[in-house]
């Protein structure tokens, strides 16, 4: 009969403590998390933020808060939570005991190891008494993302044609012809495009006439990837290591001119976010915004080709057709092929710039190519 007595009075205590802490345990229970920086680049460290409050007179027991994250961020070990890893995200869980208006912050150090954009939506909370009588789960919307820029290089890195490229660059923005800029007529000279003809002096003339242009202060720079590994691979990047560090030249490239006051461009022949069947193509222009742009762009590159590379340069010829503006154009690529060196001197023949950024094959050798 004791035993009886002390089952039931037992029940009832374990009964009467779920109801009051376990059932209200969700109730006015604040949760944010905030990151040091939203942007940054690949091998940059930050810190997570964690600050969860109980405002009410009732302690939680227990409450355990889960959260999805990359796989790419790195935190570090103590970091006051328990980590399972997957292959492409990773489970974060912590727990806490939260006394009446109570509030925990913690921080979180770790790094991003990879360049990507990673939403980072939602957080779990679980909580309940100290028997598991009561439990609830609530998820809590966060609405952020995290944009990670590719890592950039040291300029000594790089192959030696990129200080071609950039010494060229530097002194061409004060020599490039403007072809809005007409200031008469000159006599037909070698190398002239044909566009440039000014057939009605010609005429007069008896000789080949050409539109005397003025000269720019701005020409336009332009850093392409390509996507494609070697001439015959199609769809995805089989090694996505020569790729990743195509990108960094271009991270590079871009954070150097714009730094440098040039308006830079930058384009793709692969698929990127929300693009569907469209190559990506970012007109060139100044400051730190459109930086910004550029290296977004960047970061949420696919790795997996939309065009071959010698249809991308041949649609750059057709478009320097219309558009009537010299170029300079930093091409970034493991491989030059046939095809491909056609296209280039068809944009040498309208007056273009070519430089080709080798990428180095897997053991670091590099040969410097150019055009």
């Known amino acids: 009969m004791a035993l009886l007595w002390l089952v039931l009075v037992g029940g009832i205590v374990v009964v009467i403590h779920g109801v009051w802490f376990g059932r209200p345990a969700l109730r006015k229970l604040k949760y944010s998390r905030q990151f040091s920086k939203l942007r940054c680049y690949a091998g940059d460290e930050l810190e997570m933020v964690e600050t969860i409050s109980n405002e009410k007179r009732v302690s939680v027991p227990w409450l355990r808060l889960e959260s999805m994250m990359p796989v790419s961020f ?29 509030r925990i912050t913690r921080k979180h150090p770790f790094t991003c190891t990879q360049r990507g954009i990673y939403p980072l939506n939602t957080a779990t909370m679980t909580g309940g008494d100290l028997f598991g009588v009561w439990r609830s789960t609530k998820p809590i919307p966060l609405q952020m993302s995290m944009v990670v820029y590719p890592s950039l290089v040291n300029a000594e890195d790089l192959p030696a044609i990129y200080q071609v490229w950039q010494g060229e660059v530097e002194v061409s923005r004060w020599i490039v012809e403007d072809p809005f ?17 000014h057939w009605k002096a010609s005429a007069r003339t008896g000789e080949l006439q050409v539109y005397k242009q003025g000269w720019t202060a701005d020409p336009q720079s332009w850093i392409i990837v390509n996507i494609q590994e070697s001439a015959d691979m199609w769809s995805v990047v089989t090694r996505p290591e020569k790729i990743e560090r195509a990108l960094r030249y271009a991270a590079t490239a871009a954070v150097d001119a714009i730094g440098r006051g040039l308006p830079a461009g930058f384009a793709h022949n692969g698929y990127h976010v929300g693009g569907g069947r469209d190559t990506l193509r970012i007109e060139p222009d100044y400051g730190t915004p459109h930086l910004e742009r550029l290296l977004e762009a960047m970061a949420e590159t696919e790795l997996k080709c939309m065009v071959p590379m010698e249809q991308f340069l041949n649609d750059e010829v057709r478009l320097n057709e219309e558009a009537q503006q010299i170029r300079s154009y930093l091409l970034i690529t493991s491989y030059v092929s046939a095809a491909m060196e ?30």
């Not at 056609?342 to 150019?370: C, F, Y």
Request: hydrophobic share 35%.
């Open 181 to 197: 800029l007409i200031l008469g007529v000159r006599p037909y000279g070698a190398g002239d495009p044909m566009n440039r003809i």
């Open 342 to 371: 056609h296209e280039i001197a068809r944009l040498h023949e309208q007056g273009h710039r070519v430089t080709i950024l080798p990428v180095e094959d897997v053991k670091g050798n590099t040969k410097a190519v150019s055009a």
């Open 74 to 102: 790195v935190f570090r070990s103590g970091s006051g939570m328990d980590i399972s890893q997957g292959e492409i995200y990773q489970n974060h869980k912590s727990i806490f005991t939260l006394k009446p208006f109570t």
